[in-house]
């Protein structure tokens, strides 16, 4: 008999170069955050739902039913002149009663609230909060006058749509997946309505503006500060920006730095560990099959040289951003940097 072939051990070769782009991308599963098993997704979104979503929602109920009630009962009776109309009231009325049902599904915790309760979010954080935000703060506009530093930080926190922006991720948390679209979205209708008409309404008020070019100047030389340690360059504010001008890029790169990158950033990383520890209870109760442990290798825990590695890269994206948009709300950044070498 012909002696049989030995059958080759060795693994098929592949292309060097393709294998290089596979690692490149390979952190994408893990920076997305989605499991590839559908039986692993719908579990961890349900456990989530039940565990940390639901929870935070019977706390923060009454804050989140409350403030639009007493901003509206604050507008009709502090101020003078004709007070919320009627078309402010249904909206704040159906905000309140919104937050409530919310409330009440959390307290309920059935079948039917796990499903519901991540779509009436969405839902409420792109048209019913932003409505709220553009008709409740209306009012909140006229100071008193001359203000106070404190009167004006809270005025602009709560009228640019800051405060909902940077405590919404905290008071009514949603999956990452659809955090990112619906703050994008926020804040986009934040910068088109309110922050214009916010400093439309500075502009003409003398007495606001020391608070404004002050705070504008504050921000300024902190992202100096990083520029000049991280890149070793002496960077000067040679101008100062016209009121309205400070006014919209001061409030915009809040909102997008403070209302949307940091708390992005905290919402991503939050569920990461969330989503380590959810696979590492799932390995230890058996439950976890061989091959959906491999294919969800991507998902872990973050490490704390991580978590300050990113810290870095934020306060960096701080100046950066502070830059860009000076750049493209103020003037060009070709003029406001010296070089150390030039000084």
């Not at 249904?90 to 991540?118: C, D, K, N, T």
């Not at 009012?139 to 530093?149: G, I």
Request: aromatic letters at 14%; proline letters at 5%; hydrophobic letters at 45%.
């Amino acid at each position: 008999m012909p002696a049989r072939r030995p059958t080759s051990t060795r693994e098929p070769r592949h292309d060097s170069g393709a294998r290089g782009w596979s690692n490149m991308w390979a952190f994408l599963p893990g920076m997305l955050l989605g499991f590839k098993s559908a039986r692993l997704e719908a579990k961890y979104c349900e456990g989530r739902t039940r565990e940390y979503f639901f929870r935070v929602d019977q706390w923060a109920t009454l804050f989140r039913a409350g403030v639009p009630l007493l901003l509206a009962f604050r507008g009709a009776t502090n101020f003078e002149g004709e007070g919320p109309g009627l078309h402010q009231r249904i909206i704040v009325a159906g905000a309140a009663a919104f937050m409530l049902f919310v409330g009440w599904m959390a307290y309920s915790q059935g079948e039917w609230a796990v499903r519901l309760r991540e779509p009436l979010a969405v839902f409420l954080r792109v048209t019913v909060i932003p409505l709220t935000v553009i008709t409740s703060f209306q009012d909140t506009m006229r100071l008193s006058s001359p203000p106070n530093w404190i009167n004006f930080l809270l005025c602009s926190w709560l009228v640019t749509g800051l405060s909902v922006a940077s405590t919404f991720p905290v008071a009514m948390p949603m999956h990452f997946k659809h955090h990112v679209p619906v703050t994008f979205a926020f804040v986009w209708l934040m910068l088109t309505f309110q922050v214009s008409q916010f400093c439309q309404v500075v502009e003409g008020r003398s007495d606001m503006h020391d608070y404004v070019l002050g705070s504008w100047r504050a921000l300024s030389a902190r992202a100096w500060n990083i520029l000049s340690a991280v890149y070793i360059m002496d960077a000067h504010d040679a101008t100062q920006p016209p009121i309205y001008s400070a006014c919209n890029h001061l409030y915009t790169f809040l909102l997008l730095y403070f209302g949307l990158a940091l708390p992005t950033y905290g919402v991503w990383a939050l569920e990461r560990q969330s989503r380590a520890f959810f696979l590492s209870e799932q390995r230890q109760e058996g439950t976890l099959t061989k091959a959906e442990s491999q294919r969800e290798s991507q998902q872990l825990s973050l490490t704390r040289a991580a978590v300050l590695m990113h810290c870095g890269l934020l306060a960096v994206l701080y100046a950066v951003g502070w830059e860009a948009t000076a750049w493209w709300l103020v003037g060009g950044v070709e003029q406001r940097l010296v070089s150390h070498w030039e000084v």
